[in-house]
C-alpha cells in the first residue's frame, strides 16, 4: 500500500485539528436515506467489511437451507483462517507479550443458545470454539486456559497463532514503546530513546526513528508506514456477522484478537454476550467492531435490538448506541477522537444499517459495512462524527 510519510502526518497530525473543526453532531442524513439504502430482502448476510471475500459461499449456503448461526460462522472463519488478516485468528496482532489471545461469541436465534470464549490462545476458530460451548456444555462462556483445554477436547488442533508479519510489528512495538526491550547501554547500536511526550516538532523525527527501527527488525519497505500505524495507534480489529434466512431464522457471530498490545487477560467486546453481538429470534440481531471498552459500557448490541424491539428502525437503533458512547463521555470531543465504534444491525424483515461514530480510521478510507441480499456489495457507513478517528493511546501533538 503507498502510505507515504506526508499522508501519515496527515493522518496523525492534521486528523487531530479536523476533528475539532468538524467534530460535532453531525446533522443524521435521516433514517429514511437508511432505510431506502436497505430493502428489507430476505436472506441476507451482513458483515464487518473483512468478511466481504467471503459472502458468496456462505450465501449459497443460506439459500440452500442452511442454517443462519453456520452461515454467519463461514463469514467470520474466512478472516480467522486468513494469516494476512492481523485482527482475527491466524495471525492476530498479539498482546504485550507477544502472545495471540482471541475472542468470540455467538447467538443462535432458533434455538435461542448462546456460546463464548474470551482470552484463548493457540486455537485459530475461536468462532467455532464459542459454538462448540453453546452445543457441548451447560455453558455459555470460557475464559483462557479452561476454554484452550476444553477446545483442544472437542478436536481443536493447537496451533501457533502468531506469525511473522504480526511478530515484527509487535517487536517494533516492543522496542519503541516498552522501557528494557532494544539494544542496551552497552551495544553499539543503542541510541537514546525517543522523548516520552514529544512536542508537534519531534513528531518527525518519531516516525523517522519508528522507520528506522522497522528497517533494523526487518519490516519490509512498503510494510513500514502500516506497521507504524499500527504501533501508534493500536487497531481493535474484529469481525462480526449476521445473517437471516427465508423463515425469518437469524444468528449472529462476533471474532477478533483484540486491542493489539493489550495487557494479558483483557478481554473486549466481542466474547461479551450483548456488546460484540445479540441476536433475538423475534426481533434482529447486532454486531460490533471498534473499541470495546466503550462497546461493553453500553452493552451495544443488545442496546440495539432492544431498541428495534421497541420500535427504532436498525439506523436509530444504531444512532442511539453511539449516543451512549458520546453521553459517557459528556461530549468530550477530546476524548471522543480517540476512540471508534462501528454497528451492525439487522432487523428480522430484513431491513439493516451500518453506522460508526467516525467516518474511518484515517481519511479516504470509510468504515464499511459488506452486504448479500442476492448482490454482494461494501456499503459505507452512516457516521455520527465528520472526521477520522485517532484509537488509544493518544500520541501526543
Ligand atoms: N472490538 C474488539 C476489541 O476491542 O477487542
Known sequence: MAFSRRDFLSTAVMGAVSLRLEGEDRKKPGPDKAEAASAGKRPIIISAANGFDYLNDAFAFLKDGGDTLDAALKVVQGPEDDPNDDSVGLGGLPNEEGVVELDSCCMHGPTRRAGSVGGVRNIKNVSLAAKAVMEHTGHVM???EGAERFAVAQGFPRENLLTEHSRKIWLLWKETHSDWWGPGLSSPEWHRRLPAAPHADDFERRIERL????????IEPEQRMLAIRKVLFPPT?????????????????TTTSGLAWKLPGRVGDSPIIGAGCYTDQDVGSAGATGSGEENIKVAGAHTIVENMRHGMSPFDAGMDALKRIVRNYNGDM???RYMDMTYYALRKDGVYAGVSLWDGYEPGKPHKI????GTKRLEKTVSLFAGVSQEWPPTPQ
Open 142 to 144: 470460557l475464559v483462557g
Open 211 to 218: 522507520k528506522q527501527v522497522a528497517a533494523e527488525i526487518g
Open 237 to 253: 480489529g474484529t469481525i462480526h456477522c449476521s445473517a437471516l434466512n427465508e423463515k425469518g431464522d437469524i444468528s449472529g457471530s
Open 334 to 336: 477530546d476524548r471522543l
Open 370 to 373: 459488506a452486504v448479500h441480499d
